[in-house]
C-alpha cells in the first residue's frame, strides 16, 4: 500500500488540531477547579477537549489511506507546533536545546518521508 497526500495532509492536520487542543488544555488547567458547575464553566477546557476529539477523528481517517510507518511518525510533529504555538500564546522562551530538538524531529520526519518515497 503507498501513502497517498490526502491522508498525509489529514494527519498534518490533526496534528495542528491536536497541538491546540493540548495548549487550550494547559490554559484550562490554569482555571481547573473540581467543582462541577464551574468544570461546566471552563471554557478553554472544553476548547482543549473539542479539538482533540476532532484531531482524532481525522487522524483515524487519515490512517485509511496509507501506511503507519510513514503516517504516524508526522504525530512527532505535534511537538513542533507545541513548541511554536507555545511561544506565541503562552509566551514560553526556546533556548538552543529545544531548537536543535524541533529541527532533529523535522530531519526524521522528512527522512521518513523520504524513504517511503523511494
Do not use: H, R
Not at 52 to 78: C, D, M, N, R
Amino acid at each position: 500500500m503507498t501513502t497517498q497526500a490526502w491522508a498525509v495532509a489529514v494527519v498534518l492536520a490533526a496534528t495542528v488540531f491536536g497541538s491546540f487542543g493540548s495548549i487550550y488544555l494547559k490554559k484550562g488547567a490554569a482555571d481547573l477547579e473540581f467543582n462541577l458547575k464551574k468544570l461546566l464553566k471552563n471554557k478553554k477546557l472544553f476548547y482543549g477537549i473539542t479539538l482533540f476529539i476532532i484531531s482524532t477523528i481525522l487522524s483515524v481517517s487519515g490512517l485509511k489511506g496509507g501506511e503507519l510507518s510513514v503516517l504516524y511518525p508526522l504525530a512527532a510533529l505535534s511537538y513542533v507546533w507545541i513548541c511554536i504555538l507555545s511561544m506565541k500564546m503562552l509566551k514560553e522562551k526556546m533556548g538552543f536545546w529545544k531548537w536543535t530538538g524541533v529541527i532533529l524531529i523535522v530531519a526524521g520526519v522528512g527522512l521518513i518521508g523520504y524513504g517511503s518515497a523511494i
